[in-house]
């Protein structure tokens, strides 16, 4: 007849199986120790930005929320693995600017929506912050203004275009001498 027996630890160790068969002879087994196996929890908080995906579980994951999954020990005991995912979205980014002046004007790029700011002008040069003063423009300085915007771990890049117009030439000539109050 089999029997079982539940609810057994390691505090029962060593243990031995007495058993007594239909002809009253009793038989006991050689003492063995139990060991236990604990179940194995793991907590993990990961964090992506909007269209970026996390490997969880073996799947790439893009929705926020919990993932949870079982897993079983060669011992057969259960592992569990809980994990956060949390979804940062991109920066909202505006820039105001006057996109057409004159040479010799000046220009104020201001952007928002995010916590660092990376400008990179036409010309390549780097600056940060959420403004970018370009004073006494020349045509050298027109073209692509670059930023990049990153706010909680997720940046965004963008572009404008500034329009530097030359000024007029002006030529004066004259055949012969002016005198005051002449035309």
Avoid: R
């Avoid at 916590?115 to 959420?130: E, I, Q, R, S």
Wanted: proline letters at 4%; a negative charge.
């Amino acid at each position: 007849t089999a029997a079982t027996i539940t609810n057994i630890t390691a505090a029962f160790s060593p243990i031995t199986v007495t058993v007594t068969d239909e002809f009253g002879c009793v038989g006991t087994s050689t003492p063995f120790e139990l060991t236990e196996s604990t179940v194995t929890t793991t907590n993990q908080v990961i964090t992506i930005c909007v269209g970026d995906s996390a490997l969880i579980h073996g799947t790439y994951q893009h929705v926020a929320g919990p993932y949870t999954a079982d897993f079983v020990s060669a011992e057969g005991c259960d592992s569990i693995s809980n994990v956060i995912l949390t979804v940062n979205p991109l920066p909202e980014v505006t820039i105001t600017y006057d996109e057409s002046v004159c040479e010799g004007s000046n220009v104020l790029f201001t952007a928002t929506g995010g916590g660092t700011y990376v400008w990179t002008t036409p010309l390549g040069g780097m600056h940060t912050g959420a403004n970018l003063n370009v004073t006494n423009a020349q045509t050298a300085n027109a073209g692509t203004y670059e930023l990049t915007v990153t706010n909680n771990g997720c940046a965004k890049d963008t572009s404008v275009t500034l329009t530097i117009v030359e000024l007029p030439s002006i030529s004066i000539t004259s055949s012969s001498p002016i005198c005051v109050g002449e035309t």
